[in-house]
């Protein structure tokens, strides 16, 4: 088999402005994500009824609607709609927060109800108000509780920024694709992009589980 | 004391060796009355959407130096210039070079395209380039290496792979109604090489002025016809160039007007790009 990795050589700083952009989306959607998901996730158990049946709709519409057709969407229908143009960045960005904090909400809905009753009541019965409770007991315990399904969500948000390239968002795959429709030399050049992906994404997965291990006990009631 | 008649012969003589001394550009006028020049010259800038299909637009992936070069970017500088505007590239992908320009999110799409039926349906062209296609296969492949034409290919057993929503996509339909097609999506590349080198497909067709800098990156590889490596197909020869939105019949008169001109130094530049693939 003939390799030729040159290209990627010579291309070296164009993919690490990819890399470098596709770690800033990544860690951006992120924590927009997290935000908006603690804010959906709390809506949707506490809120009131006409909150709750919007935001079920809402967690249920994103579940249903890959993320790929979610981020065309928000890239031309936008603009159309506004009148106004969208940087595809901030377009791939709201596309993967608003897809993601989805999943969030779930985990997080998921992760306070798995608390015993009997603490809110120890709670309710030492005088302290539902936002109390919610703030110094149930979440401290279950953002423990959630963290292993948090990590698969930083992993999968991660790779989601890759999709951003159908909009032309110059991150890593993007800059990749360029580097290889250039060469003609797509084997080498995905295989480079594989290995930086696996590279990112392993070391902050094994790092969310190790921390999980040393806390762990924290979330048992 | 001179006459006024020599004076007058005098001066018309003194200006018509100023004018033919130094050159003239002779600028289009632009066409103050497009709603489009105005969106442009309001906002300062003209959005031009790129994506790298040498050798029209090549992406200089190096790290210094201009990012853009090919005829596709100088056709655009001189747009830019002559609109009195700074030039904008926005990158966009094989999926949005098109839609972009429905959605306002450029002024003109400088990423090279062919003039198909579909194409010209939804945006006008501005085209400053012709090419054709050849297809290509591993010449280990026994189905390549004893075909004498394409028609050889349109066949059961042969598979033929290609780019959905590509300008090929239409020919490889109605090309090869015997054999099995396999669209699949754009990874980059001017065509799905790796579907040929992975052997999950036979042929696949390329633009002959791709193909010569492919034959000289990848080994193993051959094309038909194979007359003049290809650069004689006369397959689905299609015009090529830069393309705007519909219903802007007074902004294209211009930029056809200002192609013309620099078609010459185009040409000139297409073939230097060529050289260096």
């Known amino acids: 088999m003939d390799l030729d990795f040159s290209p990627l050589i010579d291309s070296w700083r ?75 960045f901030w377009a791939a960005l709201i596309g993967i927060t608003i897809h993601v904090a989805a999943y969030v909400a779930e985990v997080i809905r998921a992760g306070i109800t798995s608390i015993r009753r009997g603490q809110i009541q120890a709670g309710l019965a030492i005088g302290m108000s539902g936002a109390q409770i919610v703030r110094k007991i149930l ?59 696996f590279l990112v994404i392993f070391p902050v997965t094994r790092l969310i589980d190790r921390f999980y291990g040393r806390v762990a006990f924290l979330g048992r009631s | 004391m001179p006459s006024l008649e020599s004076s007058v012969l005098a001066l018309t003589l003194a200006a018509c060796i100023a004018t033919l001394a130094s050159p003239v550009k002779a600028d289009e006028a632009v066409p103050i009355n497009s709603p489009r020049v105005q969106t442009i010259q309001k906002a300062g800038v003209f959005r031009v959407g790129v994506l790298a299909n040498p050798p029209w637009l090549v992406e200089n992936t190096s790290g210094s130096g201009e990012q853009w070069s090919g005829p596709g970017w100088t056709l655009a500088k001189e747009y830019a210039r002559l609109l009195g505007v700074k030039l904008q590239p926005i990158a966009v992908s094989h999926e949005t070079k098109v839609p972009v320009l429905a959605s306002n999110q450029v002024d003109m799409t400088i990423s090279p395209l062919s003039v198909t039926p579909e194409r010209l349906k939804v945006i006008d062209f501005i085209t400053y380039s012709a090419t054709s296609l050849c297809v290509f296969g591993r010449a280990d492949n026994p189905k390549v290496a004893n075909a004498k034409s394409i028609d050889d290919f349109n066949k059961e057993g042969v598979i033929v ?34 579907e040929i080198m992975g052997k999950r497909a036979d042929i696949t067709p390329i633009n002959r002025i791709p193909w010569v800098a492919l034959n000289k990156k990848v080994k193993g590889l051959k094309a038909v016809p194979e007359s003049n490596n290809c650069q004689d197909s006369k397959e689905m020869g299609t015009d090529v160039g830069s393309a705007i939105d519909k219903n802007q019949p007074e902004f294209l008169a211009w930029l056809k007007a200002v192609e013309m001109r620099m078609q010459p130094e185009l040409t000139a530049e297409e073939i230097r790009a060529i050289d260096k693939m």
């Open chain 1, 14 to 88: 164009f993919l690490a402005s990819g890399l470098g952009l596709t770690i800033l989306l990544s860690v951006a959607a992120v924590v927009c994500s997290f935000v908006l998901g603690l804010a959906v996730g709390l809506g949707r158990m506490y809120g009131p009824g006409w909150l709750r049946a919007l935001l079920v709709f809402y967690i249920d519409s994103m579940r249903a609607i890959p993320v790929f057709v979610v981020l065309v969407w928000i890239y031309f229908a936008v603009p159309i709609i506004s009148g106004r143009s969208f940087d595809p």
């Open chain 1, 139 to 197: 979440l401290p315990q279950a953002t423990v509780r959630m963290l292993p399904a948090f990590g698969s969500i930083v992993s999968v948000t991660i790779k989601d920024t890759a999709i951003a390239a159908v909009i032309a968002v110059p991150e890593l795959m993007r800059q990749a694709e360029t580097v290889a429709g250039q060469s003609y030399r797509p084997i080498e050049v995905f295989t480079t992009v594989m290995v930086i992906y």
């Open chain 2, 161 to 194: 792979a290609y780019y959905t929503g590509g300008g090929e996509e239409h020919w490889v339909k109605t090309r090869f109604p015997n054999a099995t097609l396999r669209g699949v999506s754009t990874a980059g590349t001017a065509a799905p090489v790796e």
